[in-house]
T-cell receptor
């Protein structure tokens, strides 16, 4: 248990569906992250929120829409995804972004399959 | 070319063997992280280091800043060490991740 939870753990959706991934951290951190992990590829940072404000968006397609209502919760809203979006989506949290060398604590991930 | 390169990509060892995983990076860093990812996806942070050497149980991580190289060593390996080990370079603004080393320890 890292103190970061993600739901659901597995998700299968069609290309016309709309779904949301949820991440919650109980560590008192102020920075939260969404990562995508595809097979045989390095982790890809998607979004960073620092004190509820989005500070990074690494050229992620608009079919992925993040939401951070407070420092403890992070959502990733999904709509009209493509099969190539199938991957493991990992959430992480840390003390404030930019602390230099901050350790990130990862959730267990959501395994997403787009049909 | 990836900013972080790991070797080997895959490693199989007998229980009890001493294991070394290497990481080379090309960016300036504030810290180098070693992560462990078990089957099923969960990632655990093992070490964060910016110089020298750290030890935690049977795990040892070293870094040579001048050579931009880090190693993760596992002494007396055990089947429960089977996982993917990921090296990540933190520039202070951004993380760069290696593709991971998949380790299997056979009883």
């Amino acid at each position: 248990e890292t103190g970061v939870t993600q739901t659901p753990r597995h998700l299968v959706m069609g290309m016309t569906n709309k779904k949301s991934l949820k991440c919650e951290q109980h560590l008192g951190h102020n920075a939260m992250y969404w990562y995508k992990q595809s097979a045989k590829k390095p982790l890809e940072l998607m979004f960073v929120y620092n004190f509820k404000e989005q500070t990074e968006n690494n050229s992620v397609p608009s079919r992925f829409s993040p939401e951070c209502p407070n420092s403890s919760h992070l959502f990733l809203h999904l709509h009209t995804l493509q099969p190539e979006d199938s991957a493991l989506y990992l959430c992480a949290s840390s003390h404030a972004r930019g602390a230099g060398g901050d350790t990130q604590y990862f959730g267990p991930g959501t395994r997403l399959t787009v049909l | 070319k990836n900013e972080v390169e790991q070797s080997p990509q895959n490693l199989t060892a007998q229980e009890g063997e001493f294991i070394t995983i290497n990481c080379s990076y090309s960016v300036g860093i504030s810290a180098l992280h070693w992560l462990q990812q078990h089957p099923g996806g969960g990632i655990v942070s093992l070490f964060m280091l910016s110089s020298g050497k750290k030890k935690h149980g049977r795990l040892i991580a070293t870094i040579n800043i001048q050579e931009k190289h880090s190693s993760l060593h596992i002494t007396a390996s055990h089947p429960r060490d089977s996982a993917v080990y990921i090296c990540a370079a933190n520039t202070g603004n951004q993380f760069y991740f290696g593709t991971g080393t998949s380790l299997t320890v056979i009883p």
